[in-house]
């Protein structure tokens, strides 16, 4: 038997682009972003939990320190070093990681989280899927 749960972290504004598109999503523009995490084990807490909703407070501040107020730019954008340079002048806050989408970004933010919660839990709690949202009409998931 597998029991799972949910947790929903909302309102992170950032900005980012897709630099390969070929039409508006190339230049940057931005979207207060939420995150959908679906948790699971197969054996409860001796508090009847899949995992203490209260103990989750370490991802909200990891998705802050990454999503809150941050430009979130392609590992290999060609016009990185220019971000970068706008960063150094403290015109941006640089997140950069392999692909900024949404789908890229619920499994960045699903590598980060299942490493930190399978930590956290002695390896009884896995993370079974993430979604990403990018606003109330579009979002992606990503569950491995």
Request: include cysteine; glycine fraction near 6%; charge should be neutral.
């Amino acid at each position: 038997m597998v029991y799972t749960v949910s947790k929903t972290f909302h309102d992170f504004p950032c900005a980012h682009r897709r630099w390969r598109h070929s039409g508006h999503c190339a230049l940057v523009h931005g979207y207060s972003r939420s995150f959908t995490i679906v948790f699971a084990c197969s054996q409860r807490d001796e508090n009847g939990f899949v995992f203490d909703f209260g103990d989750l407070k370490p991802v909200k501040a990891w998705l802050e320190s990454q999503f809150d107020h941050r430009l979130c730019i392609d590992a290999d954008d060609p016009l990185l070093p220019e971000f970068r340079a706008m960063e150094a002048k403290g015109a941006a806050r640089l997140t950069v990681f392999e692909e900024v989408g949404m789908e890229g970004s619920a499994k960045y933010v699903f590598d980060w989280v299942q490493a930190w919660v399978r930590n956290q839990s002695e390896g009884r709690v896995w993370v079974v899927s993430v979604e990403a949202r990018e606003n109330a009409k579009n979002a992606a998931t990503y569950r491995p």
